[in-house]
């Protein structure tokens, strides 16, 4: 079955400390994303990447960073510079957009992190 | 940029329709997805409308009219799984990803 991982579900760190959220995807895409998700509130961009070895920051990407070594992973880091990173996190991929044509976006089941 | 603009919350009857209404602002224009999203879960896929026009299927229809920058989501012969927020999208520029607004609860009741 193809699809986007995320783990862990639920994930506790306290203050201060970096943390490394998974997405693992196998649908061959070229694109993945990071997105916020506050109570209440739509989804906000963190980082995107849309190819290998490649990533752009998104309208929220301060006290994050990423990586994309391989075209199935790309995970996101919580650094202790992120002033409130109480979030519900979701990762996405999608193919690649080309001529104006888009393409949905498939969402990881998420990661509920809490910073005590 | 962009602007999106939908009602925060939105209560129906189980058996009605009820139509979410979804306007945007944007610079270019390179076609409109709705999503749903059950709490604490991830957005499904719903639609993706590119050309003006009512698109149907099954309970669900997206309508577009680009000239008004404007969407609905149409949901016909409610269910209490309908209970749900939906979310309006379109991408930002060029090749970049989608910007969402902040969504619509639906709340289905008997």
């Known amino acids: 079955d193809g699809g986007i991982t995320q783990s862990p579900k639920y994930l506790f760190r306290k203050e201060g400390q970096n943390v490394t959220l998974s997405c693992e995807q196998n649908l061959n895409h070229d694109a993945m994303y990071w997105y916020r998700q506050d109570p209440g509130q739509g989804l906000r961009l963190i980082y995107y990447s849309q190819i290998v070895n490649d990533f752009q920051k998104g309208d929220i990407a301060e006290g994050y960073s990423v990586s994309r070594e391989k075209k199935e992973s790309f995970p996101l880091t919580v650094t202790s510079a992120q002033k409130n990173p109480t979030a519900f996190y979701l990762c996405a991929s999608s193919r690649t957009t080309r001529g104006g044509t888009y393409n949905e976006q498939f969402f990881g089941p998420g990661t509920r992190l809490t910073v005590l | 940029g962009q602007n999106i603009d939908q009602p925060t919350e939105m209560t129906a009857t189980e058996g009605a329709i009820v139509q979410i209404n979804c306007t945007y602002q944007?610079?270019?224009?390179?076609?409109l997805f709705w999503y749903q999203q059950h709490a604490g879960e991830a957005p499904t896929f719903l639609s993706y409308?590119?050309?003006?026009g009512l698109e149907e299927k099954g309970r669900f229809s997206s309508f577009l009219s680009r000239s008004k920058g404007y969407s609905y989501l149409l949901l016909k012969e409610l269910q209490m799984k309908d209970s749900a927020s939906y979310l309006c999208?379109?991408?930002?520029?060029?090749?970049?990803?989608?910007?969402f607004g902040k969504g619509t609860r639906l709340s289905v009741i008997a």
């Open positions: 409308n590119v050309l003006d």
């Open positions: 999208a379109v991408p930002n520029s060029g090749n970049t990803p989608l910007v």
């Open positions: 944007t610079s270019g224009f390179n076609g």
